[in-house]
């Protein structure tokens, strides 16, 4: 059950985080994203907005969600999990082969040829 709230949780902070991101303008041009902008590349310190808020709170959420699951908390993860959940299924014994009495070996002599 709680495997199922952490993976609601997470795909819930996955779209605010994918939203937040693609609402926020651009503060830079290319030639500042890669070095030819000078001290503002990272943008102006300033007052924080209500939408970066909530930017760095579905990142933090993401980020603790996505370490839970690491850690296993929310229990196993991998594909085989269901079946180790699972009760073993009795499987019949089978019948061992009836035992039979050991026979007289055949000579290794050939069979004597009748004359012609």
Do not use: C
């Not at 693609?22 to 001290?39: R, V």
């Not at 939408?51 to 933090?60: E, F, G, P, R, W």
Request: charged residues 10%; glycine residues 10%; aromatic residues 6%.
């Amino acid at each position: 059950m709680f495997n199922i709230i952490l993976t609601v949780l997470l795909v819930i902070a996955s779209f605010i985080l994918i939203g937040v991101v693609l609402l926020q303008s651009g503060k830079a041009d290319a030639a500042q994203l890669f070095g030819g902008g000078g001290a503002t590349a990272f943008g102006p310190r300033g007052t924080t907005t209500v939408l970066q808020k909530v930017t760095v709170s579905a990142a933090i959420a993401f980020m603790a969600i996505t370490f839970l699951f690491m850690i296993g908390v929310g229990g196993p993860r991998s594909a085989a999990s269901g079946i180790r959940d699972r009760a073993p299924i009795q499987v019949p014994q089978p019948t061992p082969a009836p035992v039979v009495p050991d026979q007289p070996k055949p000579d290794s002599t050939p069979a004597p040829q009748p004359n012609k």
